[in-house]
T-cell receptor, first 111, second 115 residues
């Protein structure tokens, strides 16, 4: 059974204070690891897909990296508008098209 | 940009009422999903579909039904709403083929309150 654990559950940063969110996973044959951003009361917004260890992707102040056991979402010099819950999900090779989601990390960036 | 729509956005309804939550997407995606999410909690899969006339139950039994008569439309029906159904309902879709096969695009959600 695929599993995803995200840490920390909540993170408070000052504007400009860089940090990282962690997504640890176990999966049988990784087909993809996904990061989403979710604002309160809204649906998740797709950010990145990572397919293999060593891969990195960037979008503005966000950079996602992947190893064989975990992924990090690095946030460089965050701004208050980066405040949101960040969800991680994995898709294994089990034959379904149902990703396994983590509970998310709630990020608050104070001005 | 993903084009997936849900209506209504907010709904307050009494116990025992039948309700249908609408979900439509204009991207031509074959795969569609319904999730339930409580505040601060993970997404729970309720139903999914891999194409027209294909529907399956997910892990969460919510006493709901779905239909997939058209590619773009995937409504969720609660035959008899209960207070335990109070939650956020999210619809998602994804495409077939290539790197985007597993990427899901979500609608804005329907916030349901059953009194």
């Amino acid at each position: 059974e695929d599993q995803v654990t995200q840490s920390p559950e909540a993170l408070r940063l000052q504007e400009g204070e860089s940090s990282s969110l962690n997504c640890s996973y176990t999966v049988s044959g990784l087909r993809g690891l996904f990061w989403y951003r979710q604002d309160p009361g809204k649906g998740p917004e797709f950010l990145f897909t990572l397919y293999s260890a060593g891969e990195e992707k960037e979008k503005e102040r966000l950079k996602a990296t992947l190893t064989k056991k975990e992924s990090f979402l690095h946030i460089t010099a965050p701004k208050p508008e980066d405040s949101a819950t960040y969800l991680c999900a994995v898709q294994g090779s089990g034959g379904s098209y149902i990703p396994t989601f983590g509970r998310g990390t709630s990020l608050i960036v104070h001005p | 940009e993903a084009d997936i729509y849900q209506t209504p956005r907010y709904l307050v309804i009494g116990t025992g009422k039948k309700i249908t939550l609408e979900c439509s997407q204009t991207m031509g995606h074959d795969k569609m999903y319904w999730y339930q999410q409580d505040p601060g909690m993970e997404l729970h899969l309720i139903h999914y579909s891999y194409g027209v006339n294909s529907t399956e139950k997910g892990d969460l039994s919510s006493e709901s039904t779905v239909s997939r008569i058209r590619t773009e439309h995937f409504p969720l029906t609660l035959e008899s709403a209960r207070p335990s159904h109070t939650s956020q309902y999210l619809c998602a879709s994804s495409d077939w083929g290539g790197p985007s096969t597993y990427e899901q695009y979500f609608g804005p959600g329907t916030r349901l309150t059953v009194t």
